[in-house]
């Protein structure tokens, strides 16, 4: 059982994926998490000393690691993820991705104030979260299976991502 969920910052991804891991049974897995281990320092530190890049780099060597080594997981993923070709075609062939989507409003409210996310450290951040989406929206759209954050809580969207995972076989109806 291997899943990942994908999405803008924002959206959801940590806190679903520690809430889905213990409900399905399997440990919880976050890329920016093993990138600040392996790396030892945190992820404005890695952006503003080596540059997004050498993060980027980073990210697919990880995810890479995560899917040669590990056979039961759910995954957050960074929100940049799906810029590398490489990373979306990983992602689809070797989890089942679940995009989690919010509205630029949404995403403004829920991180407004957070130092931990460099690109969003500018003058006017929810222009800068449109302008991101904007660029990101096909990547993010090549993952079917999506779910609006915006107006469900995490449980509700623990309980929509299980009752899909029933529905694709990949865990057993109870
Ligand atoms: C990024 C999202 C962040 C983190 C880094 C870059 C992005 O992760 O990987 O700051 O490019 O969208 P979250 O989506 O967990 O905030």
């Known amino acids: 059982m291997r899943v990942s969920l994908i999405g803008f910052m924002g959206t959801g991804k940590s806190i679903v994926g520690k809430l889905l891991a213990p409900e399905l049974g399997v440990g919880y897995l976050d890329t920016d998490q093993l990138i600040e281990e392996r790396e030892g320092r945190s992820i404005p530190e890695i952006f503003d000393r080596e540059g997004e890049d050498y993060f980027r780099e980073l990210e697919t060597e990880v995810l890479t690691e995560i899917l040669h080594n590990r056979e039961h997981f759910v995954l957050s993923t960074g929100g940049g993820i799906v810029l590398a070709s490489k990373n979306r075609r990983l992602l689809k062939s070797g989890t089942f991705p679940v995009l989690l989507e919010a509205a630029p409003t949404v ?7 957070d130092q931990h996310r460099p690109l969003l450290n500018v003058e006017d951040p929810l222009q800068e979260i449109r302008q991101l989406l904007t660029v990101r929206h096909q990547y993010y759209h090549e993952f ?8 469900r809580s995490p449980e509700e969207i623990v309980d929509l991502i299980q009752e899909k995972l029933k529905e694709e076989g990949l865990i057993n109806e109870q």
């Not at 995403?107 to 104030?113: C, D, F, Q």
């Open 144 to 151: 079917k299976y999506a779910l609006d954050t915006g107006n």
């Open 107 to 113: 995403i403004y409210n829920r991180i407004k104030g």
